[in-house]
């Protein structure tokens, strides 16, 4: 995978003024020039994935299926400077993922997490 992503076709005025509802709606629009750019195989699987853990619902912002490695990729948006809350956001998910819909012919699902700056 790559460390960074360049989506100027989204033609977002203010990236840094973005909202992550709205970056997530714009990649949705950009459906085909985000699949190109993450290169072949990749294939969308959802959109505002709804997941229970516990007693408490959590929704993953993208999912995809690699074809190629046979696994899923979770992205989970955030348009601000990386915190330690949102890796631990998308490993839970991964976790759920993991035990929930993995099949056994499945390879582990990988998580993508966009952010402003890795700081």
């Not at 992550?20 to 959802?46: D, K, R, Y």
């Not at 959590?58 to 299926?65: E, K, P, Q, T």
């Not at 993991?98 to 499945?106: A, L």
């Amino acid at each position: 995978m790559k460390s960074h992503y360049f989506l100027e076709f989204l033609n977002i005025g203010q990236p840094y003024l973005i909202g992550e509802s709205e970056l997530e709606q714009a990649l949705v629009e950009h459906l085909q020039q985000i699949i190109i750019e993450l290169e072949n195989g990749f294939c969308f699987e959802a959109r505002q994935k709804r997941i229970l853990i516990g007693d408490e619902y959590y929704f993953i912002d993208l999912v995809s299926h690699k074809r190629i490695l046979q696994c899923r990729i979770l992205i989970e948006l955030k348009t601000e400077i990386a915190k330690h809350a949102h890796i631990g956001q998308l490993k839970s998910s991964l976790n759920y993922y993991k035990k929930n819909i993995q099949e056994s012919k499945d390879n582990a699902s990988a998580g993508i997490l966009p952010v402003k700056s890795q700081n």
